[in-house]
Each structure stands twice: as structure tokens, then as C-alpha cells.
């Protein structure tokens, strides 16, 4: 059995994930774990993943899970053009640094503002009071505002003049707040710019393939009394 990716594209590490390998021509089959209908909490993905998230990867018998540790070994073992995951010291350091950060701040800004936007509203059928919502938008805003001053800076892409693991990483993120509406780019010009590019270089094409799900969950149908059960804990999270 050859590589094996199990993704949600729901889900933004799984479509960074998914990009990385589609633009590298990585071949893989795909194995599509629903995570709406809890499908990541069965046996049978525990045995791929114990850690019962996506995205995961399965190699033969090698198993792996999380996405920063996927990408990087994905673009070991198929020995992807360098400016993915540079061998410069430096820009590496600024690949590695950024990915340390993103995941406890501009990930969790965007989830949140996600699903107490649209997905509680429209999906879950959920009121969320405004002062919670303002609040996480206030935090997104300031998310954005570090991400152009301390990563993006004045250059093409956040490792300096190509695209890497770290803009698909970044990217995916950003369009999760912009399916639900918020217009992010909207004041931030250099924002914009750095997005073109990256969709640029990734191609349109791929772009959207990779974005359909997400851009298209506010028509989600609304949610059963039994997906809501599978969802409270994680819902719990997301109203703290």
C-alpha cells in the first residue's frame, strides 16, 4: 500500500496538507474522515491515529500524525524544491518559528471566529452572545496585526522571497474567517497582496479545489440532535 492521507478539507492543517502534496505531485490516496459526523472518533481511524485528529498520514506501516510533522516529512522523503523548507539556516529558523507560533494564536483565532460566526449560528441552530464574538474578533484583529509586523514584514512571502510550507500553513488559516464573511483583506492591503501571491503560486485552480468545502459550509444543512451530542465537547471549547 502506498501513502496514505486521511483529511478533512473542512479542516485548514488538512488543506495545507493537501495542497503541499497536490503541488508537489505527491502521489496518495485520499481517505476522507467526515469530521462533522465524528468519524475521527471511530475505531477504525484510532488505529491510524490514536491521537483521533486530522490530518494523518499512513505510509506503509509508518504512521503519523499532525500536520506541521506531516508536511516536513513529506517534503523529506519526495525531496520538494528547497524554497518549501529552505536549507538556509536562517530561513528556516523564520519557517520553524512561525510555525511554533501560529498554532496557539492565529489558528485558534480563526476557529473560533469560524464557528461563533457562522457555524453555531447557522449550523448548531446556537446563539453566541455578542460581547463573546466581539471579543474574538478583537483577538483575529490582533493576530492579523502581528502576522504583518513580525512575519510578513515588507516581503513576498513569510520566508522571505518564495513561497513555503509556512505561507500554505498561513493561508489555509485566513480562509476560514473569510468563509464566514469577515472581510480581513479588506483594510490590509499588504494582507491582500501576500494572499494573491500565495494563491498565485500555489495556482488558482488548486486553490479553490482545496477551499470548496470550507467556502461552501454556511449552506451546511443544519445539525442533527445526534451530531450536536458528538460535537459538545468540542463546542464547549469553542465558547470558553
Same mark, same amino acid.
Given at each position: ?19 503541499? &502534496? ?33 490530518? %494523518? ?9 499532525? !500536520?506541521? +510533522? #506531516?508536511?516536513? *516529512?513529506? !517534503? ?8 518549501? *523548507? ?10 520553524? @518559528? *512561525? ?34 464574538? %466581539? ?11 502581528? /502576522? @504583518? ?7 513576498? /512571502?513569510? =520566508?522571505?522571497?518564495? #513561497? !513555503?510550507?509556512?505561507?500554505?500553513? %498561513? #493561508?489555509? @488559516? ?12 479588506? !483594510? ?21 479545489? &482545496?477551499? +470548496? =468545502?470550507?467556502?461552501? %459550509?454556511?449552506?451546511?444543512?443544519? =445539525?442533527?440532535? &445526534?451530531?450536536? @451530542?458528538?460535537?459538545?465537547?468540542? #463546542? ?5
Amino acid at each position: 500500500m502506498g501513502l496514505e492521507l486521511y483529511l478533512d478539507l473542512l479542516s485548514q492543517p488538512c488543506r495545507a496538507v493537501y495542497i503541499f &502534496a497536490k503541488k508537489n505531485g505527491i502521489p496518495f490516496e485520499l481517505r476522507t474522515v467526515d469530521l462533522l459526523k465524528g468519524q475521527h472518533h471511530s475505531d477504525d481511524f484510532a488505529q491510524v491515529n490514536p491521537l483521533k485528529k486530522v490530518p %494523518a498520514l499512513k505510509d506503509g506501516d509508518f504512521t503519523l500524525a499532525e !500536520s506541521v +510533522a #506531516i508536511l516536513l *516529512y513529506l !517534503s523529506r522523503k519526495y525531496e520538494t524544491p528547497d524554497h518549501w *523548507y529552505p536549507q538556509d539556516l536562517q530561513a528556516r529558523a523564520r519557517v520553524d @518559528e *512561525y510555525l511554533a507560533w501560529q498554532h496557539t494564536a492565529l489558528r485558534t483565532s480563526c476557529t473560533r471566529t469560524l464557528w461563533q460566526k457562522m457555524m453555531f449560528p447557522v449550523f448548531l441552530g446556537q446563539r453566541v452572545p455578542p460581547e463573546m464574538l %466581539a471579543s474574538t474578533l478583537a483577538e483575529l484583529d490582533r493576530c492579523l496585526q502581528l /502576522f @504583518e509586523d513580525k512575519f510578513l514584514k515588507d516581503q513576498d /512571502f513569510l =520566508a522571505g522571497s518564495h #513561497i !513555503s510550507v509556512a505561507d500554505l500553513v %498561513a #493561508i489555509t @488559516e485566513l480562509m476560514h474567517p473569510v468563509s464566514a464573511g469577515c472581510q480581513i483583506f479588506k !483594510s490590509r492591503p499588504k494582507l491582500e497582496a501576500w494572499c494573491q501571491r500565495v494563491e498565485a503560486a500555489v495556482g488558482e485552480g488548486l486553490f479553490q479545489e &482545496a477551499h +470548496a =468545502a470550507i467556502m461552501k %459550509a454556511k449552506d451546511l444543512p443544519p =445539525a442533527d440532535a &445526534a451530531m450536536k @451530542e458528538k460535537l459538545k465537547p468540542f #463546542i464547549q471549547l469553542l465558547l470558553q
